[in-house]
């Protein structure tokens, strides 16, 4: 398991507080699985404690799943900002980007975490101009920091919550950065 890999784990061991899954009732049905991508709420950016390293946290809407996502310094003020309602008194990149979008007649419609391979989570940032959909690679830190200004979904690959061993329950209450 890599070094990302375990700090990320060990962050969303320390911020979720772990719940007793119940037993079937008998005769009870599972509903089908869903697949494909589902939408996730971006609970917060915290700092593990025992890294020091900020971690962007997600939770599945339809499974409750989290992932926590290690990120850099200045990528965890570019989501904390606007998730917490703070608008800086100078436009960040992200805010220059959605205003050249705005101006281009640009508009972004979702951001995917696509995967997880080699310890590096990937994305693609869904835009449409013109009556035609474009699609860019994107750091998933990006991403988010878009939507969440866009007031756009943040979906998350099922497989990367399997990738990334997510785990379902509630987050713990926590500080956000």
């Given at each position: 398991?890599?070094?990302?890999?375990?700090?990320?784990?060990?962050?969303?061991?320390?911020?979720?507080?772990?719940?007793?899954?119940?037993?079937?009732?008998?005769?009870?049905?599972?509903?089908?699985?869903?697949?494909?991508?589902?939408?996730?709420?971006?609970?917060?950016?915290v700092i593990d404690q025992r890294s020091a390293q900020p971690l962007v946290v997600l939770q599945g809407?339809?499974?409750?799943?989290?992932?926590?996502?290690?990120?850099?310094?200045?990528?965890?003020?570019?989501?904390?900002?606007?998730?917490?309602?703070?608008?800086?008194?100078?436009?960040?990149?992200?805010?220059?980007?959605?205003?050249?979008?705005?101006?281009?007649?640009?508009?972004?419609?979702?951001?995917?975490?696509?995967?997880?391979?080699?310890d590096i989570y990937y994305a693609t940032v869904y835009l449409s101009a013109g009556g035609s959909e474009l699609t860019l690679d994107s750091r998933p830190s990006d991403a988010i920091a878009l939507a969440i200004?866009?007031?756009?979904?943040?979906?998350?690959?099922?497989?990367?919550?399997?990738?990334?061993?997510?785990?379902?329950?509630?987050?713990?209450?926590?500080?956000?950065?």
């Open positions: 398991m890599g070094t990302a890999r375990r700090i990320g784990l060990f962050g969303l061991l320390s911020l979720v507080l772990l719940g007793g899954v119940g037993a079937k009732e008998k005769g009870e049905v599972a509903p089908p699985k869903a697949t494909g991508p589902q939408e996730a709420e971006v609970v917060g950016v809407k339809r499974d409750k799943r989290n992932l926590a996502m290690v990120i850099g310094h200045a990528e965890a003020n570019g989501i904390a900002l606007p998730l917490n309602g703070i608008t800086p008194p100078r436009p960040l990149t992200h805010d220059l980007f959605l205003t050249l979008f705005g101006r281009l007649k640009v508009t972004l419609t979702r951001v995917v975490i696509t995967d997880l391979r080699d200004r866009a007031k756009v979904p943040v979906l998350v690959e099922d497989r990367v919550f399997d990738k990334a061993g997510g785990l379902p329950s509630r987050p713990a209450p926590s500080p956000h950065f």
